[in-house]
């Protein structure tokens, strides 16, 4: 019987085991997709205990709560901070063949030390212990991410932000490289012509334009991406229930724009239109930066009205969608293809039933001017598991090239997250160690280091064009 998290987790053949301990595991660490808050990291932020770094906006632990029958109370109601902690310790033991189950023990012994299993019994122990260390100077933000050997992490971020603490680390010269990515939801999601009026203010003070027609609103937004740009950002980023296959175009886009602007109510069908048009849009700006484009495609988001009301958005009433995706997205990126406007592009699909279809589409607009240009990205939110993972390799290795792939992120609020790239490189090392004993690859450990070092930090960084001259002996 194997040890649980033993130096072998997930490792089950000498070549893996040689794989990931001789290369993967001295790779830094680059979080190429996030929800850090930088002002966290600029301010150097110390938590006050556990929880606060634990449960503080983290939806995941928060919806096993629920289901294991925690009242809101304890979950993101006014309970102390001891008690949310007891009660999510009396929930790890129930999460048994969950994800979170693994995340929480390796996370408690790669930032902690701390090796017992976390339970109701254990709670106060351990509450005690990671609060003492993470309360401590050692353990600030800034702390957390070099000692995780994190060498750059991509933040996300609004059009309209004035990205003030990207510029503040970036004038201190912090080690790590904190970069904006450019998410514009906002700026196509206009059902309520008052609210989006607030927004197009907001995003014309920070821009200096005055957007009153949508040749300003174009204006404003190219000001951005240039500003993004010589703040470091090279990367946009949508998060996109499914494109739409429908006719637009910039005429029909900057009529609705104006139906909008003099407070008439958009129909679904022209909410449909603008967002396609302003994507097009969009695109074509990313494609003359030189930036890389992000789709994160098919998540069913505020499932459960009463809880939105209460709690609002982002807080575990989210699921994976079974949307029409694939010929919509062909058309879009056929439709930048043509006049040669398509960036560099990452689609990632929560639905692992898409997964050999998103990954067949990358194929058919990579032009030979990047390598891997079209990616099929790493499996994200309820697919960033074991499972999900290994479908999501398997289909990128059966439909095109692995060796080219960009590697994990963490997709994550949390500071106590960077296990995560561990648990992707342990599994991929290990995926490549079955092929190799079982005669289906080439024991050729010179060529397989290579990939699996490319894969886990050399692809991302030149797919991002960061200057890192990083090489496994430097690692960890």
């Known amino acids: 019987m194997k040890e649980f998290l033993g130096e072998d987790f997930l490792l089950k053949n000498k070549t893996a085991n040689s794989l990931y301990h001789n290369h993967a595991v001295k790779m830094p660490i680059i979080d190429y997709h996030c929800h850090l808050s930088p ?7 110390r938590f006050k205990n556990i929880t606060e770094a634990w449960l503080e906006g983290d939806h995941y632990k928060w919806r096993a709560m629920r289901t294991n029958g925690v009242d809101e109370f304890f979950v993101t109601g006014e309970a102390s901070d001891e008690e949310k902690f007891q009660k999510w310790a009396e929930t790890v033991p129930y999460t048994v063949r969950n994800p979170l189950y693994h995340w929480t023990h390796l996370e408690l012994r790669r930032y902690f030390g701390i090796n017992e299993i976390l339970n109701g019994h254990t709670a106060a122990k351990i509450y005690k212990e990671a609060s003492d260390l993470i309360s401590s100077s050692a353990f600030s933000c800034r702390q957390i991410l070099t000692k995780m050997n994190v060498k750059v992490v991509c933040t996300t971020d609004d059009p309209a932000d004035d990205l003030r603490y990207h510029l503040q680390l970036a004038k201190e010269n912090f080690e790590v490289k904190i970069l904006p990515t450019f998410r514009p939801d906002k700026v196509y999601t206009m059902h309520d012509p008052h609210t989006y009026k607030l927004y197009l203010k907001k ?8 957007i009153g027609s949508f040749a300003d609103l174009l204006m404003a937004l190219k000001q951005r991406i240039d500003f993004f740009h010589e703040v470091g950002g090279r990367l946009s980023d949508h998060g996109l229930d499914q494109l739409y296959n429908i006719e637009y175009s910039t005429e029909k886009t900057k009529d609705i724009f104006n139906l ?17 048009g302003m994507l097009l849009q969009l695109c074509k700006m990313y494609h003359a930066k030189g930036w890389a484009q992000q789709f994160h495609l098919g998540a069913i988001r505020n499932n459960n009205t009463r809880m939105m009301r209460e709690l609002g958005p982002d807080t575990g009433f989210d699921s994976i969608g079974d949307f029409s995706q694939i010929k919509a997205l ?17 689609l990632y699909n929560l639905n692992p039933g898409d997964n050999e279809a998103f990954a067949t589409m990358c ?5 030979g001017s990047v390598a891997g240009k079209m990616q099929f990205g790493s499996g994200w939110w ?39 790239h561990e648990y992707f490189r342990r599994i991929l090392c290990n995926l490549i160690g079955d092929d190799v004993e079982n005669g289906e690859l080439p024991n050729d450990m010179e060529l397989l280091s290579e990939i699996v070092e490319n894969i886990c930090f050399n692809n991302a960084r030149d797919y991002l064009g960061l200057d890192l001259k990083v090489h496994a002996h430097e690692g960890a």
Do not use: C, H, W
Not at 39 to 45: L, V
Not at 382 to 389: I, S, V
């Open 39 to 45: 002002k966290d990291i600029a301010e150097d932020r």
């Open 260 to 276: 909008v602007l003099s407070g008439q109510i958009p129909t679904e069908l022209q909410q449909k239109q603008f967002q396609m």
């Open 363 to 367: 194929g058919n607009f990579n032009d």
């Open 382 to 420: 309820f697919l960033d598991q074991k499972d999900g993972m290994e479908k999501q390799i398997n289909a990128l290795s059966n439909m095109g090239l692995l060796s080219q792939f960009i590697g994990m992120l963490t997709d994550s609020r949390s500071f106590m997250s960077y296990p995560r």
């Open 203 to 210: 995003l014309g003070e920070v821009s200096g334009v005055n």
């Open 330 to 346: 062909s058309k879009f990126l056929d439709k930048l293809d043509d006049f040669n406007q398509l960036t560099k592009t990452v």
